[in-house]
C-alpha cells in the first residue's frame, strides 16, 4: 500500500525548468514531469548538470513556482519538492488542477 502523504497523479506533462547548473551557469529547459502532487514531481529527460539541494523554476502553463531537487538520477530524473509557502503548479488536492488532463489514474491517496 501507497504509504505517501499527498495524492499524486500518473500522468506526463510538458514543463519549462530553468536555474543554475552545478557549474553555475544557467540553463532552461523543455522536460516532461510526472507522477505529480500539489508539492512534487518526478521530472523526466532533464540534460542540465544539477545537483540535489539546487533550486530550480518550474512553469506549467501560466503556473510557475520553486523547487529543490531532492534526488537525481544518472539517467536524467529529479525527485523535485516545492519549496515551503509556493503555490501549488498542479493543483492535485483540488481535483484536477487548471490545465491539467481531465483522464489520470490516482497513485496513492497518502
Do not use: C
Request: glycine content about 10%; charged content about 20%; aromatic content about 6%.
Amino acid at each position: 500500500m501507497d504509504q505517501r502523504k499527498e495524492r499524486r497523479l500518473n500522468l506526463e506533462l510538458p514543463v519549462r525548468i530553468w536555474g543554475m547548473d552545478r557549474m553555475a551557469q544557467p540553463f532552461a529547459e523543455l522536460v516532461r514531469v510526472r507522477n505529480v502532487s500539489d508539492h512534487g514531481a518526478v521530472l523526466i529527460g532533464v540534460r542540465a548538470k544539477v545537483q540535489t539541494g539546487e533550486v530550480l523554476d518550474v512553469q506549467y502553463g501560466p503556473a510557475r513556482a520553486q523547487f529543490r531537487i531532492v534526488w537525481m538520477s544518472l539517467s536524467g530524473e529529479a525527485g523535485i519538492q516545492a519549496l515551503a509557502m509556493e503555490p501549488p503548479v498542479f493543483s492535485v488536492s483540488a481535483g484536477i488542477g487548471i490545465g491539467l488532463p481531465k483522464v489520470f489514474e490516482m497513485v496513492g491517496t497518502g
